[in-house]
């Protein structure tokens, strides 16, 4: 079993940067591939970034391209979500989960974290 704390939401500006990190637990976090997903009030659970368990690739959702970054740390059991350009529109609670399988959907996603709010004011 993985455990998974997020961290680094907050309230930022429009135009502003946040880092959200995920902190693993367990010895297997490399056999994962790791995910972002978020979720904003009244909305369904939706994709915004991936990485492979060697962290070579990467998948982002339209809407965070060019603005997002994730990143992995084997040795720390961490995976990072560097945001910039932060739009209001990208307000939710933001969740980490791990993988046995490369994919964009949640459906597919083993552990989950208990989320970190980020919201932008406008």
């Known amino acids: 079993q993985v455990q998974l704390v997020e961290s680094g939401g907050g309230l930022v500006q429009a135009g502003g940067s946040l880092r959200l990190s995920c902190a693993a637990s367990g010895r297997t976090f490399m056999r994962y591939a790791m995910g972002w997903f978020r979720q904003a009030p009244g909305k369904e659970r939706e994709f915004v970034a991936a990485i492979s368990r060697s962290g070579d690739s990467t998948d982002y959702a339209d809407s965070v391209k060019g603005r997002f970054t994730i990143s992995r740390d084997n040795a720390a059991n961490a995976v990072y979500l560097q945001m910039n350009s932060l739009k209001p529109e990208d307000t939710a609670v933001y969740y980490c989960?791990?993988?046995?399988?490369?994919?964009?959907?949640?459906?597919?996603?083993?552990?989950w974290g208990q989320g970190t709010q980020v919201t932008v004011s406008s």
């Open positions: 989960a791990v993988t046995r399988r490369w994919s964009v959907d949640a459906r597919l996603y083993d552990y």
